[in-house]
């Protein structure tokens, strides 16, 4: 278990805890605005492996998440056509941390102040260690894609662009 002292504990840290994941603690140092290209240079991992928690909404502003690969972007049109609303768009900052409980930057899909439905890019579950943020800004947790999976049951879909 992880040493409490050493790391934050976060609401996600306490959903992991909860859930008996296996996850690893990366501290590393926030960039403002430097994204997942900061955090996995940083920490010496492919970006692909750093998956961003994107809080979007739909056109009657229901919010949702949306996990990506840290070097693709999501095709709003694609995910909106796939789960059945005319329009998604990302929230402003301040809804974000609202609908969320943390800080755009610190973003965790564990353990956010409201439920909201989870959308995954599919091909995050070919990686076999994925590094998402830890719900502050400057601290990823590693973790298997079906360890995310299991805690969060997140619909996949297939809405990746370069």
Do not use: W
């Not at 926030?30 to 970006?47: A, M, N, P, R």
């Not at 930057?105 to 102040?113: E, Q």
């Amino acid at each position: 278990m992880p040493d409490k002292e050493k790391h934050p504990v976060t609401m996600a840290v306490r959903e992991l805890l909860k859930h008996r994941v296996k996850f690893g603690h990366h501290p590393y140092t926030y960039v403002e605005k430097g994204g997942t290209t900061t955090s996995s240079q940083e920490l010496g991992v492919d970006e692909h492996a750093v998956i961003k928690t994107l809080v979007m909404e739909t056109e009657t502003k229901s919010p949702l998440i949306v996990l990506m690969h840290g070097d693709r972007e999501v095709s709003t049109k694609q995910l909106a056509r796939e789960i059945g609303v005319k329009s998604i768009s990302p929230c402003k900052p301040e809804v974000a941390d609202r609908h969320s409980g943390y800080q755009v930057g610190g973003t965790s899909p564990f353990g956010t102040k409201k439920a909201m439905p989870v959308y995954m890019e599919k091909s995050v579950l070919d990686l076999d260690l994925i590094y998402i943020n830890g719900g502050k800004r400057g601290y990823l947790v590693s973790l298997s894609p079906s360890e995310l999976v299991r805690v969060l049951n997140p619909t996949l879909v297939s809405i990746a662009t370069v």
